[in-house]
Structure formats: C-alpha cells, structure tokens
C-alpha cells in the first residue's frame, strides 16, 4: 500500500472534496493541517513550489491538487498509483 500524505485546511471545500474521493477509494493517508500547524506552509512551498491547498503526494510523488487528483482518476490513472499490486 502506498503512502500518501495530503496537506489540507479544514476550511477548504477543494480539500474536503479530495478527501472524499480517497477515502471511496478505500485508503488511508496522512492529513497534514497548515489550520493546526501553519509552519506546513513552508514545507509545501519547499516541497511543491505552491501556496496553495490540498497538495497530495503517493509515495513521495507530488499529485498536485483536487483538479490533478481528480485528472488522474478521469484518466484512469489513480488506482495504479493507489493499488500498484493489482
């Protein structure tokens, strides 16, 4: 099972929206939130060059955001990346 790791705020209805479409996927991921901790602003900025959020990463490789996320499941893209044993 990969490891993902999304960073979020709560208030936000992108992020909420990402969530949704990983947890119907039936996986578990790591919620980093910039609300609780503001300091995970830099690490998304170091890590993503972005300001933004959500920014999901599987397995270390940056997704992107909602828009990206939800682009690899209309590709068919996302469950290879969230089941690579299938």
């Known amino acids: ?3 993902i790791v999304i960073y979020l705020a709560e208030y ?7 969530r949704a479409l990983l947890d119907s996927k039936g996986v578990s991921y790591t ?3 910039v609300e609780r901790n503001p300091q ?3 690490e998304i900025a170091e890590r993503t060059g972005r300001n ?3 920014q999901i990463f599987i397995d270390d490789r940056h997704i992107g955001g909602c828009d990206d996320l939800f682009a690899l ?7 290879p990346l969230l089941h690579p044993e299938s």
């Open 31 to 33: 919620v980093r939130d």
């Open 40 to 42: 995970l602003w830099n």
């Open 73 to 79: 499941e209309q590709r068919g893209a996302l469950d």
């Open 52 to 54: 933004t959020v959500p």
């Open 1 to 3: 099972m990969p490891t």
């Open 12 to 18: 936000c209805p992108y992020c909420r929206r990402a």
